[in-house]
């Protein structure tokens, strides 16, 4: 079977398909190259930054103060004995090594405890 007729066209489907494929493929990159970047001006109007909360010296949260706490058997007025010394807020427990929520509050002071009831770590937050 001939490629080229005596007219020039190519017969065969296979190279038809070929012939067109190629075709469509170099419209679309030529339409892309032509397409124009949609214009943004520069102006005045962008967002204003975000604001950072700060904590009063006297509301601040300093678990350092929490260390003589360390190894003891935990118990309510421990905690209460911490949240004083640290300066907190508020305080909470927790179970070492779960997952809490983001700090929301770093006035807090929360206390880790291990399974045997032991004082692991104190944090604000």
Known sequence: ?????QSGFISSPRARGAMAGGLCAATLFIAGCQAQ????????????PPVLVTVPA????????????LGRPFNPPLLEEMRTRTGSKSARSSAAGTPLPPPGDPARLTVDVDPQGLVVAARCG
């Open 1 to 5: 079977m001939p490629i080229l007729q």
């Open 37 to 48: 970047p949609k214009f943004r001006p520069l102006t005045s109007e962008a967002p204003p």
């Open 58 to 69: 006297e509301e601040a949260c300093q678990a350092g103060q929490a260390r003589y706490a």
